[in-house]
């Protein structure tokens, strides 16, 4: 169900909020199998579901009440677990609400659950959890996208009207496209990041997973905006961006970027692409070849700068305050390797390491340096193709959902699943993922709409039309 049809259901009394509560409450135990969450908040969300109803029956309900909200578990809910899907915070509860959540419960969300996650949100299939791998609801035996693979999987099986996720490099899309949801990655800074746990803190940001492009410039509307406790939030004012979902695309100019139709991508993939750019044309869009020559520098400039970052964020896990601690330790520094290297999983000792590795004093300015000058060149090759035309359209992954175990234990060729991805991060870009088809063996295929900064209606109007007319 869609915001709309849950809306009407309230307000014509066919449904309580608490029998919407439990009927995705139902549908999460049915699909217990494809291991969504981590935590399941039911009789919190019960509680939550009375107090709304009577807020719904004397007229003073918020915008979302009664939509039902998953959130990724690297987002704080207070008195709830925080997990980020690793051993070393299992057990940790968090003492107050990320910003995002304060908003969301402003307007009378009800949040049902914590959603799997690879481990601090490092991974592109989500087999990095702690907590086991979520599955793709198209076939089980596939992965759903990471790192925000139980949030597209809850709202793909209506485990929850819609979802929050985080992207740091293409976390929100990548498993959006292969879950067949919408997946909104907001500009960097349009989106409060208090109470995310980070894991590179210039590229984190967190969006709406949604079943509608409508759903999702709703819940946008909603969390969007300043917030003095995040030093990176902007103060750009919030448009209603449900409104440019609704327009027309006659004469838009969309770039298609070369460099993203090149070795690599999957035929059926492109085809679907191929399909959507030729519905747009029949709208009324102009397209223009463009060219971003940086692009394929742009994943191991990626993983430099965001390994970098987490080698410094994940600092803060050793055992002493908060999460796991080692037991039988002789002294204080066995305790703080003996805490890390079993709290921490595979890919994230591996993730650190790197980190650590690029910042040491030999090799800072051969590869983070470099690195940080390949960012600015992949933000100059966006503006220079900004100038020709008013968003972008690109896969947003080369391939469907594949098979759970197939990379991993190939980390290189799991990182190029973000390749279509990553650059929208370093440059701090808004982008969207819609669901433009399938494979022939039924699998979900998303296509990618950039936007200017700060320019996440255009990416809407393009979405909502796709939607509309597909």
């Not at 995705?24 to 969450?37: P, Q, V």
């Not at 600015?376 to 896969?395: G, M, V, Y």
Request: glycine content about 10%; hydrophobic content about 40%.
């Amino acid at each position: 169900m869609c915001f709309t049809d849950i809306k009407k259901r309230l307000t014509e009394s066919q449904s309580t909020c608490e029998e919407l509560v439990q009927h995705y409450l139902d549908k999460i135990n049915e699909g217990s199998h494809l291991n969504a969450f981590i935590s399941v908040l039911g009789e919190r969300a019960l509680e939550q579901a009375k107090t709304i109803e009577k807020k719904i029956a004397s007229n003073r309900s918020g915008k979302l009440a009664g939509i039902v909200i998953a959130i990724k578990d690297n987002l704080a809910v207070r008195g709830e677990k925080l997990t980020c899907g690793s051993h070393i915070l299992e057990n940790f509860i968090s003492p107050y609400n990320a910003t995002v959540v304060c908003l969301l419960e402003a307007e009378d969300a009800i949040i049902i659950g914590k959603t799997n996650m690879d481990e601090f949100a490092m991974g592109s299939s989500n087999e990095n959890s702690y907590f086991g791998p979520a599955k793709n609801p198209a076939d089980a035996g596939r992965v759903p996208g990471g790192s925000s693979g139980g949030s597209c999987v809850a709202v793909a099986e209506e485990m929850a009207a819609a979802a929050l996720g985080s992207d740091t490099g293409g976390s929100i899309r990548q498993p959006a496209s292969f879950c067949g949801v919408v997946g909104l990655k907001p500009t960097y800074g349009r989106v409060s990041r208090f109470g995310l746990v980070a894991f590179a803190s210039s590229l984190d940001q967190i969006g709406p997973i949604s079943k509608t492009v409508e759903d999702a410039a709703l819940l946008l509307e909603v969390i969007s905006g300043y917030d003095e406790r995040d030093a990176t939030s902007a103060s750009e004012p919030v448009p209603e961006f449900s409104r440019a979902i609704h327009k027309d695309v006659v004469g838009l100019k969309i770039g298609l970027p070369k460099e993203y139709f090149a070795e690599g991508l999957n035929a059926e993939v492109r085809g679907s692409i191929q399909k959507t750019i030729d519905l747009l044309k029949k709208g009324g869009v102009v397209f223009i070849d463009v060219e971003l020559p940086h692009t394929d520098y742009a994943i191991a400039a990626y993983y430099v700068l965001a390994n970098a970052e987490a080698s410094s964020n994940l600092a803060r896990y050793d055992g002493v305050r908060y999460g796991f601690r080692a037991e039988g330790v002789k002294d204080l520094e066995e305790m703080y390797i003996r805490s890390r290297s079993q709290g921490f999983g595979e890919e994230v000792k591996r993730r650190i390491m790197l980190g650590t590795y690029v910042l040491s004093a030999g090799y800072y300015a051969a590869y983070y340096k470099k690195a940080r000058k390949v960012r600015t060149l992949i933000k100059q090759d966006f503006e220079r193709a900004f100038q020709k035309c008013d968003c972008l359209l690109t896969p947003t992954a080369p391939t469907t959902a594949f098979k759970l175990g197939e990379k991993l234990d190939a980390p290189l060729t799991m990182y190029l699943s973000d390749i279509y991805t990553v650059s929208v991060n370093l440059a701090g870009l808004p982008a969207i993922s819609v669901p433009c088809g399938f494979d022939s063996i039924n699998l979900p295929i998303g296509v990618q709409i950039i936007g200017k900064h700060f320019d996440e209606e255009m990416i809407l109007q393009v979405g909502g039309f796709l939607e509309r007319n597909h």
